[in-house]
């Protein structure tokens, strides 16, 4: 009986809708561990250059993987792909589904309508998972009524090297639910770590109140950008300064993230706007991805 169990709940088969930065890199590391992947967006003209990042992406995984056996490199993206359909219709393919992760544009109004359409069309196993970063699971999954098959699965940038994988649970996420995408989560080969449903989860909740100090330190003119990033990673130990942190991740992404926050928690003085990011988004200065943020970019 016990030994069954987590084999009758493990999840073989996945749909990923949205097949964007995250989405894509989902759908991936997913075939890449052996699942059945649907990914699922608007247009086959997305769809298409997704599986392109993705085969790309591949390529480059399996030269370090497979370096001294090339032929099994190649072998190893082509069953990657052979695992992969794409599908611009979400509920065609859900009958098979184990486990769908929505990973489409972050905008509850959005992400109802999908989970709406998607509760009525899925079986009654189907887990349902939302990858966001900044909306509450709990209001996301309000509209289903498969609450205790609903959690956040919250994926980082780029999806093959990043090693974690925040489970989310709300309070009415059954145990088995939670099991199973705890357990899927190592299977991708990722380190899953438990949180509630809180506001950042535990990355975002304590990366981004610290950039926006790093900014706001700036903005008091302590000290120039350089210096503060200098100082963290060379006294702190960080890998990369927070500004500079700030312009990999995107000043647009930080904004809205930290403007959502302050509209929901006006008085909390660590979730407050800051006059020289807002200037710098306006100006579509949003970090690495536009040429220049806090620092210039070739
Ligand atoms: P993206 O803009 O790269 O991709 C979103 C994709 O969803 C697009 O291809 C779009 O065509 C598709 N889409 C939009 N509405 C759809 C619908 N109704 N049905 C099917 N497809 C639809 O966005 P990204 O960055 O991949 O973000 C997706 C989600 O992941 C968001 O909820 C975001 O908060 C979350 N996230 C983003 C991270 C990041 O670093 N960008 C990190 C962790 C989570």
């Given at each position: ?21 995250m ?10 561990t ?29 030269k ?43 905008n ?39 609450q205790?098959r ?16 925040e ?36 990355v ?35 890998p ?22 302050h ?36």
């Amino acid at each position: 009986f016990f030994s069954t169990t987590s084999s009758q709940n493990a999840i073989k088969t996945v749909t990923v809708i949205g097949s964007g930065l995250m989405g894509s890199g989902i759908a991936q590391v997913a075939a890449a561990t052996n699942h059945k992947v649907t990914m699922v967006d608007q247009t086959d003209a997305i769809l298409t250059k997704s599986l392109n990042a993705i085969e790309k992406s591949l390529e480059k995984v399996s030269k370090k993987k497979f370096k001294d056996d090339p032929e099994a490199g190649k072998q190893f993206v082509t069953d990657t792909l052979s695992r992969i359909t794409i599908s611009t219709d979400p509920a065609a393919n859900i009958a098979e589904t184990d486990l769908l992760i929505e990973a489409i544009v972050e905008n509850m109004r959005v992400k109802h309508n999908l989970f709406a359409e998607l509760d009525k069309a899925a079986p009654s196993h189907t887990i349902f998972a939302s990858n966001t970063s900044s909306l509450p699971i709990a209001e996301i999954a309000s509209i289903t009524k498969r609450q205790d098959r609903f959690g956040g699965l919250h994926f980082f940038n780029p999806v093959p090297l990043m090693k974690l994988v925040e489970v989310i649970r709300i309070p009415e996420t059954s145990e088995e639910t939670f099991d199973a995408l705890y357990q899927f989560s190592k299977e991708l080969g990722k380190v899953p770590v438990s949180c509630k449903d809180t506001p950042g989860f535990i990355v975002n909740r304590l990366l981004v109140p610290y950039i926006m100090e790093s900014i706001r330190m700036l903005e008091r003119g302590d000290a120039s950008a350089k210096d503060i990033d200098t100082a963290m990673k060379l006294g702190a130990g960080y890998p990369m300064g927070p500004l500079e942190l700030a312009d990999y991740v995107g000043l647009d992404t930080t904004k809205f993230i930290i403007d959502g926050w302050h509209e929901k928690y006006p008085t909390e003085p660590l979730f407050s706007p800051s006059e020289i990011l807002n200037d710098l988004v306006a100006r579509n200065k949003l970090g690495r991805k536009s040429g220049e943020g806090f620092y210039k970019y070739e």
